[in-house]
């Protein structure tokens, strides 16, 4: 998109500034505020005077306390957060925590480096490695630059960077939130959210829609915007608007919120206006996670991550210690279906058991069902493991297998779930097997699309870059018939197909999906409620229609605007 496009800029006859700025749209809501910057602190110099040979032990002492109180802190905040905010806060302690890392910044203090730069050094060094490397591990600079950040504060005696303390509600803007500080947000004080960086499936946006907040990324030139400027937040629009008409921006926001309380009053379970069942489960990554998402409207588990359970163990746990973190899971949705993803290591989930180190390219290295490639036992552990979880209760446990790209590895991993009478299943998130669904069909038992990964592989854009931010939004044409090709080929077959990633947690994509012949939809819970109340609003006619329509359009843009056009949610 270019500036003139992004930016409108101009005058009212008072001389008040008028500015519109257009970015993507990730959480729908409007929000009517005054801004508030988070601004990241300098960073770290790389350079400072040398550390004397007799101090370097003190050094790297002060380091680890640093690092291990910042791994600490993360892992408190993950206890108490759920879903996808648990899920980033422990991923990103894994940084913290990663061996390399503190091997890098110990090298460089043992050679004379004060441990604040040698921190920044280290730092840098895994940055530049994480960008070349692109898609998932491109990601996560803005997390490491954090976890720079929050040990070079503790090392100086500073407290950790963090969020303003406003004393009315804002419309919070930042060049890119820290995962931390997303987590973080109180949606009664930050009533909207917006980045110059980041794209429809980062961190940001990712939290930001199981909190609900409005959230636009990828806005340019937002710098334009001044500590209190008040601005009008459109999340389904993509906009902020400086200079709107008060009146006409409160009865905006008031309608907003009648929406909202439509939202927080719908239970379940999920049905179209004209009675077609739509089952809506939750995403979750440990027995903690799941006994809140049990609390919510989900009707089971669409996703288990796995890996989540052991992304600071050092050794593959034992087949009973595994099946103790899975049965906790089963326990919390007994009586339901739960979806267990086998280990999706590797890339940015950097499971130090079963995860490659140094690789070139990670995202697309030996991740998901290709970690069997470093261990041929992991699978046959985890399968005896999640077996074992399931004797004594009582539970629908389905098995699903992550990065699948061949036939011959379906057949082989289908092979094993079945032998423990579980039902067996793979994700479709590899172009390949989109392409070949009705061959792959053929071998399992269900599907269930991984929306994040599956965009990001068949546009070819990495998911960081906020320049290519309409690149990764599954309203992509591309993405959208593969997606339809799928439903097709489940629907021809008789086999379920499920979808669970970010696209499903959008109320209006959600019923693109179900016209499309989805069978279920998993999400974060808290996002559960607003994909019910929307699909409450429609008849499957009108899914239909809108999922016939979106695979012609011309752009991201048109697809999107057409889908509400016809299903008109309000």
């Not at 060094?125 to 591990?137: I, P, Q, S, T």
């Not at 086999?495 to 016209?515: F, I, N, R, S, T």
Request: net charge negative; with cysteine.
């Amino acid at each position: 998109m270019s500036e003139s496009e992004s930016e409108v800029q101009q005058s009212d006859a008072a001389g008040a500034k008028k500015l519109i700025m257009e970015g993507t749209g990730v959480v729908s809501g409007l929000a009517y505020a005054p801004v508030a910057w988070v601004r990241r602190p300098e960073p770290p110099s790389l350079t400072g005077p040398e550390l004397p040979a007799d101090e370097v032990e003190t050094a790297m002492e002060q380091f680890r306390l640093a690092a291990d109180a910042v791994v600490e802190g993360l892992e408190h905040r993950a206890a108490k957060s759920e879903g996808d905010a648990s899920e980033v806060l422990k991923m990103t302690a894994g940084l913290a925590r990663d061996k390399a890392w503190r091997k890098s910044v110990n090298r460089h203090i043992k050679s004379g480096v004060q441990p604040v730069n040698a921190v920044a050094k280290a730092t840098e060094e895994f940055v530049n490695l994480f960008l070349k490397a692109g898609g998932l591990m491109a990601e996560r600079v803005t997390d490491l630059r954090d976890i720079r950040d929050r040990v070079a504060a503790r090392l100086e005696g500073r407290p950790e960077p963090g969020l303003p303390e406003p004393s009315e509600p804002v419309v919070l803007l930042a060049d890119d939130l820290a995962p931390v500080d997303t987590a973080g947000l109180d949606p009664e004080l930050f009533v909207a959210l917006a980045t110059e960086l980041g794209g429809p499936t980062s961190h940001t946006a990712i939290i930001a829609r199981q909190l609900g907040i409005p959230c636009v990324v990828a806005v340019g030139k937002m710098n334009l915007l001044e500590e209190g400027d008040v601005v009008l937040l459109d999340g389904g629009e993509g906009t902020l608007r400086l200079g709107a008409d008060p009146e006409q921006a409160k009865a905006l926001v008031k309608q907003d919120l009648e929406r909202r309380e439509k939202i927080a009053a719908w239970s379940g379970p999920a049905r179209t206006k004209d009675g077609h069942a739509v089952q809506l489960l939750a995403n979750v990554q440990d027995p903690a996670g799941a006994a809140r998402a049990a609390q919510s409207e989900a009707e089971g588990v669409g996703l288990f991550r796995t890996e989540l359970c052991f992304l600071g163990t050092a050794t593959e746990p034992s087949i009973d210690n595994q099946a103790k973190q899975y049965r906790g899971v089963f326990e919390a949705f007994a009586g339901h279906k739960v979806v267990v993803r086998t280990l999706d290591s590797g890339s940015d989930k950097p499971v130090p058991f079963a995860t490659l180190a140094d690789e070139p390219n990670p995202s697309l290295g030996v991740r998901g069902i290709r970690t069997l490639r470093i261990n041929d036992g992991l699978l046959s552990n985890q399968l005896d493991a999640i077996k074992q979880a399931t004797e004594g209760v009582d539970v629908e446990a389905w098995v699903m297998c992550p990065m699948i790209s061949t036939l011959p590895e379906a057949r082989d991993v289908t092979r094993q779930i079945r032998a423990r009478g579980l039902k067996a299943g793979i994700m479709v998130e590899v172009p390949s097997t989109a392409l070949l669904i009705d061959q792959f069909m053929n071998e399992v038992d269900f599907v269930s699309i991984g929306t994040n990964d599956l965009t990001q592989y068949v546009m070819a854009a990495d998911r960081l870059s906020a320049n290519l931010a309409d690149f990764t939004t599954p309203w992509q044409p591309a993405v959208l018939n593969l997606m339809a090709r799928v439903a097709e080929a489940g629907a021809r077959k008789g086999k379920p197909v499920g979808v669970c990633g970010e696209a499903a947690a959008d109320p209006l994509m959600a019923c693109v999906l179900v016209g499309m012949g989805m069978t279920s939809l998993s999400m974060a819970a808290g996002a559960i409620s607003a994909v019910g109340a929307a699909l409450s609003e429609v008849t499957l006619e009108q899914c239909q229609a809108a999922a016939r329509a979106v695979i012609s359009a011309f752009d991201d843009e048109q697809a999107q605007n057409t889908a509400r056009a016809i299903l008109n949610l309000s």
